[in-house]
């Protein structure tokens, strides 16, 4: 406990045995550089300002922790909150840390941002965060990626971003990755790589966090407010995990709020099938700890330690590492992770559609099925917080061919 209490990596980036920083030596300048950048503007009671306001007339926080009335009454259980990031500009809580990097690499001097992308939802925000603070922006894509989510290519260059195609490897977010990083060893001094989740090597997975830890401060204020006291239980979804730190973070140092994650079960228990990391326990194997991208975490692998392909329906979950700092939040017992399929996602995102009006992203609609699970066996005066992550828009075209 006392570890977690601690709250923030070492001096080297790690928690625990997890995170730290394995990169090439030619990255080690630029890594170097942003560490200190973001050490420096974390003193700046300016740039908090300056974030404090975009995050409030751009992005629209804070978001409301609403009372989900009918869901409550529905599943019998606890009184469940709703944490409503999914109204946030760009439909998700991936704007909080695009304009955080973004004021960030404007206070560093840079005037070019460059980001990947999977399913196109981090380039969308970075790009929307690019424009209004009038950076450059590329955004590298696999081909495969582009062909499959052209909607949200188009979204990207109408928002001014210069979409690159990746052909190399299996021309999806991995190659993607490789291509970004390319590009900021050769044009560091200019630019700034907006990485998207709590991934990647120190100090990103500690500044992530830091960008989307106002999702549990304000829940925390909200609930003390609507309840008069702090939550039993908070869930969220974990894909590279910054929407479920964001919410988690504010939380860590009470002992009797506990933390569920909840990973992409998919379509199977098979390496490949799914993106389970962290939750073993329900008999998903394949992960270990390893190093990818930079951090030494749970990675899916084979037997001979190639990089597992994975599946999920929400492209958002769907990533072959998890998080540093929830692989030692899961080893410490800190929190508690586990996995649903994509069928119960699909159930789950319908059950909130019909009962309490909202559309939630398939990502987070993991969440939610796990907690549709739980409910009905939890006494009625414990009190849970639902992050929603983001809403359904995106995923209609998955969701119509899946109904
Ligand atoms: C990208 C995304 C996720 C997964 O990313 P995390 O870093 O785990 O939060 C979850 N929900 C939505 C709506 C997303 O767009």
New binding site residues.
Partial sequence: MSAIAQKFPDARGRYGPYGGRYVPETLMAPIEELECGFAAARADAEFARSLDDLLRHFAGRPTPLQFAARLTAHLGGPRIYLKR??LLHT????INNCLGQGLLAQRMGKSRVIAETG?G??GVATATVAARLGLACVVYMGREDMERQRLNVFRMRLLGADVVAVDSGSRTLKDAINEAMRDWVTNVRDTHYLL???LGPHPYPLMVREFHKVIGEEARAQILRAEGRLPDLLV?????????I?LFHAFLADPGVRMLGVEAGGRGHALGEHAVRLAAAAGYGGARPGVLHGTYTYVLQTPEGQIATTHSV????DYPAV?PEHAWLAEEGRAEYTAVDDDAAVDAARSLARIEGIVP?L??AHALAELIRRAPAMPREQVVILNV???GDKDMEILSRYL
Avoid: I, P, T
């Fill in positions: 990031e999914d439909g998700a809580h991936k399913a939802q981090h998207g989740s709590v969220a979804c974990v894909g590279g995990g910054s929407n479920s964001g929400s492209a958002g979950l998080g992203a990502e987070s992550s983001g809403r």
